[in-house]
């Protein structure tokens, strides 16, 4: 082998080495792309969870008595949406007319107590209404000063509340039946 021979051989063997070192180098830029990406969906998925609002229906015994909405998560909570449902048929199915609000004020009559010492959340139809973390939203609240159970207000119905976080995600809480 003579040395021009040699000279090929050497630039043919540093092609495939430029060749190696690139293939290379472009697997680790693609392995390093791919982990870029997995780190911003876990920071994503923390800065969701870290706004996620918590809403739980809460029960005030001590006057003024209570039924209400708080926000336990740390983040705010849009309600677009309070229904009150009954049984019918064997069915949890919502009350249209009357008003579920038209029902309260009906069973405190009944009580015969003072409608306008009662306090009754009233979201209409297509509102929002917004509740910060840490807030409490009273669906009803017994100004009477008479002590009453609530719950016995609301035997035989039951409240969903449908929120969404500030990233829209949607949510949906339901007392269970009262």
Do not use: W
């Not at 003579?2 to 063997?13: G, K, R, Y």
């Amino acid at each position: 082998m003579n040395l021009s021979e040699l000279a090929n051989i050497a630039q043919i063997v540093m092609g495939i080495a430029t060749i190696c070192i690139a293939l290379l180098a472009l697997e680790v830029s693609q392995r390093q792309t791919e982990t870029n990406k997995q780190l911003l969906e876990e920071e994503r998925r923390f800065k969701r969870l870290s706004v996620k609002p918590i809403l739980v229906i809460v029960r005030e015994f001590k006057p003024p008595e209570a039924i209400k909405i708080v926000n336990m998560g740390i983040g705010p909570a849009i309600i677009n949406e309070i229904k009150i449902l009954t049984h019918a048929n064997g069915s949890l199915v919502e009350i249209v007319d009357p008003s579920y609000i038209d029902i309260i004020i009906h069973a405190i009559s009944k009580l015969k107590l003072e409608v306008d010492k009662f306090e009754i959340l009233s979201l209409p139809k297509h509102a929002t209404m917004a509740i910060s973390a840490g807030e409490e939203l009273p669906i009803l609240k017994n100004h009477s000063g008479i002590n009453l159970d609530l719950n016995a207000l609301l035997i035989g119905f039951a409240i969903v509340i449908n929120y969404e976080s500030i990233y829209g995600e949607k949510i949906s809480i339901n007392s269970g039946i009262f």
